[in-house]
């Protein structure tokens, strides 16, 4: 079935750092893919979205490609600041109305 | 603007007592709703999602249940709460098939801890 995997489960970095995470995913189709960024107590919030039409996404510095071929959506950031801190997660839209979410990485920005 | 409001914000609850949570989103006619199940550190499972008052659709029951009864309100209930029901509660909505189903917006969430 569809999978989505974020090996990384926490990442620390010092503030100014490039920022990379990791998410594959496996599926028959070709899916729509997203990045929720959740901060400490609080609901997700959608980062990005990427379709098949569009290929890349760009929102507040964050920017991902959906490879296709290496079935890879992953996220980067030129310079991290303290305020990204936060837990991300790459999810994909199995159907029109179920998201599969990766497990989530943790991301430590330090002063 | 839409808004998405969830109450409580936080409930402390025993074992085998009863649970209402709820969910009202403003601003946005016939959306469709969803429930996730969060648990501490962990990943967001979809729980349930209505597309239509009065319909609900489970993707994971947990000994959950899910209503829909007016168009902005969707609740999560159960009679009988588990230890393994607590955890972060989170409602969701996102336009219907031809108008963004894809991209779904959370609440603030609620947090349940069940003794």
């Known amino acids: 079935g569809d999978s989505v995997t974020q090996k990384q489960g926490q990442v620390t970095l010092s503030e100014d750092d490039f920022l990379f995470i990791n998410c594959t995913y496996s599926t028959t189709t070709y899916p729509t893919l997203l990045w929720y960024v959740q901060y400490l107590g609080q609901g997700p919030q959608l980062l990005l979205k990427v379709t098949t039409a569009n290929n890349k996404g760009i929102s507040r510095g964050f920017e991902a490609t959906y490879d296709k071929g290496t079935t890879s959506f992953h996220l980067q950031k030129a310079s991290v600041q303290e305020s990204d801190s936060a837990v991300y997660f790459c999810?994909?839209?199995?159907?029109?109305?179920?998201?599969?979410f990766g497990t989530g990485t943790k991301l430590q920005v330090v002063p | 603007a839409q808004t998405i409001h969830q109450w409580p914000v936080a409930e402390i609850k025993a074992v085998g007592s009863p649970l209402s949570l709820g969910c009202t989103i403003k601003?946005?006619?016939?959306?469709?709703l969803y429930w996730y199940w969060q648990a501490t550190g962990g990943t967001l499972q979809q729980l349930f999602y209505s597309i239509t008052v009065g319909q609900v659709e489970s993707v994971v029951q947990l000994n959950l249940s899910a209503s829909r009864p007016k168009d902005d309100q969707f609740i999560l209930s159960t009679e009988k709460l588990l230890l393994s029901h607590s955890g972060f509660y989170l409602c969701?909505?996102?336009?219907?098939w031809g108008g963004g189903q894809d991209t779904q917006y959370f609440g603030p969430g609620t947090r349940l801890l069940v003794l």
């Open positions: 601003g946005k006619s016939s959306p469709n």
């Open positions: 999810a994909l839209v199995d159907s029109g109305t179920y998201q599969r």
């Open positions: 969701a909505w996102s336009g219907d």
